[in-house]
Nanobody
């Protein structure tokens, strides 16, 4: 069974940085199509923040371009999200997402990121 374990969320002041991690278990790397980070703010729909495919193609939401960086460690089946220059509007629950060949989608439990002004 595929499991995604997220870590790294927390409370930070505006302008600060956080690094999220998502470790995938129960799957081998060749079966991973893509991994991504989504977020959902209170009262809003879940939205894509950043994604990286098995070929290394990356895309970002316009709102985070130039501030957030997604990366991966293939040996560890782990994806990271480095978040710099955080803004109060980045406050949300951040979810790790994995698309497996098939395709089938899996979600992490979510990690809270709160940016104070």
């Amino acid at each position: 069974q595929v499991q995604l374990v997220e870590s790294g969320g927390g409370l930070v002041q505006a302008g600060g940085s956080l690094r999220l991690s998502c470790a995938a278990s129960g799957i081998i790397r060749v079966n991973i199509n893509a991994m991504a980070w989504y977020r959902q703010a209170l009262g809003k729909q879940r939205e894509l923040v950043a994604a990286i495919t098995r070929f290394g193609n990356i895309n970002y939401a316009d709102s985070v371009k130039g501030r957030f960086t997604i990366s991966r460690d293939n040996a560890k089946n782990t994806v990271y999200l480095q978040m710099n220059s955080l803004k109060p509007e980045d406050t949300a629950v951040y979810y790790c997402n994995l698309e497996r060949r098939g395709p089938t989608t899996f979600w992490g439990q979510g990690t809270q990121v709160t940016v104070s002004s």
